[in-house]
């Protein structure tokens, strides 16, 4: 990476490929998800020695609970064990943990395992990690929506600022860059209102594959955009 080259502020990454990665080398589909559980510690320091404040991680969407069940249950078990196997660590190297998403479809153990590791990185002063796991960007709009109308906001008093705080991601900055690893073109639901002006980023690379090397060259690619934010001139 050059040493001109511009560091975004966040990150957000839709790690995609994990089933096609298992079903290259012949495996079952919940492989690939655990060889993607496995390289989020390498991606996640990756960025952090790079000074990206913000990566945000795009695990379950609203929409996976229609998979296969054995698939959904699976991925829920990794998510417990990538819970115990990884927070104390990622506490001990100064990472905050955020979870975007809904929690209440998930078991009673499970949430208050979540809950447990954003207690004990809230203090935290490095990179800031959200995991969205069971989320949805239109649930999440909608979501908004409602708590607006339940706290009375008037129509005229609603702005772009007002919204945002009704946001999952209240407090966090929009995403300046959205990866997507595996090669597909398409948005599925993430963000949808953060990332308005986001640079997007797509490699082929499956997600657990996706290195340091990778790191590099999104940043790379990144630092070559020109943002305008809609304007004339680059920002």
Same mark, same amino acid.
């Given at each position: 990476m050059?040493q ?5 502020q966040?990150v ?10 298992? *079903?290259a ?15 989020l ?8 020695? !790079? ?12 929409e ?12 829920l *078990? ?5 819970? !115990? ?5 990622? &506490? ?9 998403? *809904?929690?209440d479809?998930l078991?009673?153990?499970l ?5 447990e ?10 990179i ?7 989320y949805g ?6 979501e ?5 109308? @339940?706290?009375?906001v *008037? ?6 600022a007002?919204? @945002?705080?009704?946001l999952y ?6 995403? &300046?860059l ?21 640079e ?10 996706f &290195?340091?090397a990778?790191?590099e060259?999104?940043?790379?690619a ?10 004339l001139e680059?920002?």
């Amino acid at each position: 990476m050059s040493q001109s080259c511009r560091i975004p502020q966040h990150v957000a990454i839709i790690m995609d490929g994990n089933g096609r990665w298992a *079903k290259a080398r012949g495996l079952p589909r919940l492989d690939g998800h655990r060889a993607g559980a496995e390289n989020l510690r390498r991606v996640i320091g990756a960025f952090a020695q !790079r000074g990206v404040k913000y990566l945000t991680l795009y695990a379950f969407s609203t929409e996976n609970w229609g998979r296969p069940q054995l698939e959904v249950r699976g991925l829920l *078990k990794l998510l417990a064990s990538s819970i !115990r196997r990884e927070a104390k660590e990622l &506490d001990r190297e100064g990472v905050r943990l955020m979870h975007l998403g *809904k929690l209440d479809e998930l078991t009673p153990s499970l949430q208050k395992q979540v809950k447990e590791a954003l207690e004990m990185t809230e203090g935290n002063a490095g990179i800031t990690v959200s995991v969205a796991f069971n989320y949805g960007g239109r649930a999440e709009i909608l979501e908004a929506v409602r708590h607006l109308l @339940s706290d009375g906001v *008037k129509a005229e008093a609603l702005d772009d600022a007002t919204f @945002s705080r009704y946001l999952y991601t209240a407090g966090l900055p929009d995403p &300046d860059l959205i990866i997507r690893t595996g090669g597909e073109m398409r948005l599925s639901n993430f963000l949808l209102w953060q990332a308005a002006y986001s640079e997007y980023y797509v490699t082929p690379t499956y997600w657990p594959d996706f &290195d340091e090397a990778e790191v590099e060259d999104a940043l790379e690619a990144y630092s070559q955009r020109n943002r305008r934010f809609g304007g004339l001139e680059p920002r």
